[in-house]
Structure formats: C-alpha cells, structure tokens
C-alpha cells in the first residue's frame, strides 16, 4: 500500500482504541525497550505524546529514562522553517500545547543534533525493512538526517509491521528498530 493510504488506515485504526488501550499498550512497548542494547548511551531524544492523536504514551519511556538518570531531550517543531529545536528536559522545563496539541517546550537548554544518540519516533506504520510513516510533514526524517550517522532510531507503535510500504523516497530515513507490544523489529 502506499503512504496515504497506509496513513488513513493506521490513523482509523489507532482512533478505534479507547484510551485505556493505549496505555496499556504503551506499557507494553516500554516494556520491550528494555531488552534493546540502548542504555549504555547518554542523551536520548523522546517526543512528547499527543493525546488527541492517541499516540503511544512516552511518560512510561520518559520514567524508564529518568530512572536510569539519562538526559532527556525534547523537541519544539517550526512549522515555518520544518525543522525541529530540542533541549534537555528538566524539572524547570515548561511545556505547552501548540495549535496542533502537541506538547512543546516553552523554554530550556539548548541540546545540538550532534549530541544526540537514540531517538524515539512517533510513527502511524511501519513495514519489514523499517521504513516508516509518520504524519507527513517530514520533520524526522530532517532532524534525524542532520544528526550523527549512527544515532539509533527507534519507532514505536501499537501495530506490527506491513509487508511494504510501495512509495518510499530516497530521503526518506529508516529505523534500526520498532517496537511494539509485542515484539522488537531490527532492521
């Protein structure tokens, strides 16, 4: 299938949860992070869950990390410019709903592209060789491009893995893992 259509699809599917289900799965998901070999690393970039979307729930990730004393780092999109600001969540760190309901920070220190080295992607689906759809905009795939070539990316998603996604561009950046309840894809 293509990306629009797989978008459509995933984006019924993930509506038909209750909010109950979500959590529960984003436990899951978190869950299956801990057997990765991730948590030798220092700075680890975590987006924050937009609830009305019913995207996985990242607080359980975001407890995962806290717990182990990493750095947190979120991020604030431009829609003006596609490109993506990130800085080091901390107990003064303000955040806020833009227009799009989604969690930014207010403020903070600034965290460079070139620090970070896992990331945490929001994503609608995925397929077997770890391309992956998100809303469309391209905000990921520009971030994780300006970033060192071995940060490791990780989707996560309540969903398993299409066969293939039919119309995937060269610029289009692909996972090393996803995850979801019930099981760790490596790509």
Same mark, same amino acid.
């Given at each position: 299938?293509?990306?629009?259509?797989?978008?459509?699809?995933?984006?019924?599917?993930?509506?038909?949860?209750?909010?109950?289900?979500?959590?529960?799965?984003?436990?899951?998901?978190?869950?299956?992070?801990?057997?990765?070999?991730?948590?030798?690393?220092?700075?680890? +970039? @975590?987006? &924050? %869950?937009?609830?009305?979307?019913?995207?996985? =729930?990242?607080?359980? $990730?975001?407890?995962?990390?806290? *717990?182990?004393?990493?750095?947190?780092?979120?991020?604030?999109?431009?829609?003006?410019?596609?490109?993506?600001? +990130? @800085?080091? &969540? %901390?107990?003064?760190?303000?955040?806020?709903? =833009?227009?799009?309901? $989604?969690?930014?920070?207010?403020? *903070?220190?600034?965290?460079?592209?070139?620090?970070?080295?896992?990331?945490?992607?929001?994503?609608?689906?995925?397929?077997?060789?770890?391309?992956?759809?998100?809303?469309?905009?391209?905000?990921?795939?520009?971030?994780?491009?300006?970033?060192?070539?071995?940060?490791?990316?990780?989707?996560?998603?309540?969903?398993?893995?299409?066969?293939?996604?039919?119309?995937?561009?060269?610029?289009?950046?692909?996972?090393?893992?996803?995850?979801?309840?019930?099981?760790?894809?490596?790509?």
């Amino acid at each position: 299938m293509t990306k629009s259509e797989l978008r459509k699809h995933y984006k019924a599917k993930r509506e038909a949860l209750s909010l109950e289900t979500c959590d529960d799965l984003s436990i899951d998901i978190s869950n299956q992070l801990l057997t990765l070999p991730i948590w030798d690393k220092s700075f680890y +970039h @975590v987006f &924050l %869950t937009i609830e009305e979307q019913k995207e996985v =729930n990242t607080e359980f $990730i975001l407890n995962i990390l806290s *717990g182990k004393d990493k750095n947190i780092v979120i991020s604030k999109s431009d829609f003006k410019t596609g490109l993506m600001h +990130h @800085v080091l &969540l %901390t107990d003064a760190t303000t955040i806020k709903k =833009n227009a799009y309901n $989604i969690p930014e920070p207010i403020d *903070g220190i600034p965290i460079p592209n070139s620090s970070i080295e896992v990331v945490f992607i929001p994503l609608l689906a995925f397929d077997n060789t770890g391309n992956r759809i998100g809303y469309g905009k391209g905000f990921y795939d520009r971030f994780l491009d300006a970033c060192n070539p071995d940060v490791i990316k990780i989707g996560v998603s309540y969903f398993e893995a299409e066969a293939e996604i039919s119309d995937v561009y060269d610029f289009d950046i692909p996972l090393n893992y996803c995850v979801t309840p019930n099981q760790v894809y490596t790509f």
